[in-house]
């Protein structure tokens, strides 16, 4: 198998994987699932904590890495299992390392559908895109993570696609995901209770205008430049000019 095979064969392994679990893992990775082994899981956990956290730390990871349903679910059982604190430490880091290697193995595997000048990739659609996370990567990534209307799996493969820089995506994811790992933990934290009512988590909170007035907030400071630099009341960054005569 060539370079270019296997790049291919990449990206269809990460296909054929998330559709797998879309289909199989749905039921496994739910709520109800939780409440109705919560007693064992916690059992587990408090005769194996070191171990506990490892397999939870993979187990998420892997759910990012192939974007299997239930990273909201895995979020919150963080916060259940392992309290607020210690429960978003690892659920940012296994979200972030998830996303991370997601975007490498997309990177790695799209380069084998950028010899065809005539597919998508290469539309203009597509480079006025790249063009735009070139010139605002910081703005636009931090606007992706904190906005909880993008999915998460959309906001790792597409940075790949349009070639963000590596750290750039890793730092930005991880300080992007904190407000609503706050939240999700949060919820976790009280969850066994929400159980005993025989209820199940409810993410309103997320939406709620305590929480999201000051992302969005945060969102409009980010966004605001480049909307001034198209405006021109800006000028317009060395990067934008470049395009512009491109």
């Given at each position: 198998m060539?370079?270019?095979d ?54 998420y990871?892997?759910?990012v890495?192939f974007s ?8 919150v ?9 210690a429960?978003?430490?690892i ?8 996303a ?72 930005t994811t ?6 609503g790992?706050?939240v ?35 969102v409009?400071?980010?966004?605001l430049?480049?909307i ?19």
């Amino acid at each position: 198998m060539n370079k270019l095979d296997l790049r291919k064969a990449v990206i269809i392994l990460l296909l054929i994987i998330a559709a797998f679990g879309l289909i199989f893992f749905s039921e496994w990775i739910s709520f109800e699932a939780l409440k109705e082994n919560r007693a064992e899981i916690s059992e587990f956990r408090d005769k194996n904590f070191t171990l506990s956290i490892v397999i939870f730390w993979v187990f998420y990871v892997i759910l990012v890495v192939f974007s299997l349903p239930g990273a909201a679910v895995a979020s919150v059982s963080g916060g259940f299992l392992f309290g607020l604190g210690a429960g978003l430490l690892i659920n940012i880091t296994a979200a972030s390392t998830g996303a991370a290697l997601l975007f490498l193995l997309v990177r790695y595997g799209i380069k084998s559908f950028k010899y065809n000048k005539s597919n998508t990739l290469n539309s203009n659609f597509v480079i006025q895109i790249k063009n735009a996370l070139v010139t605002n990567q910081i703005s636009i990534m931090l606007t992706l993570r904190l906005v909880p209307v993008v999915p998460f799996f959309l906001a790792n493969i597409l940075p790949a696609l349009v070639g963000v820089r590596l750290f750039n995506f890793i730092w930005t994811t991880i300080i992007g995901i904190i407000p609503g790992g706050i939240v999700f933990t949060w919820i976790g934290v009280g969850v066994g209770e929400v159980f005993d009512r025989n209820e199940y988590p409810n993410f309103e909170l997320l939406f709620s205008p305590v929480i999201l007035g000051p992302i969005l907030g945060l969102v409009a400071l980010l966004i605001l430049p480049m909307i001034l630099r198209r405006s021109g009341i800006m000028p317009k960054t060395i990067t934008e000019r470049g395009n512009e005569k491109n």
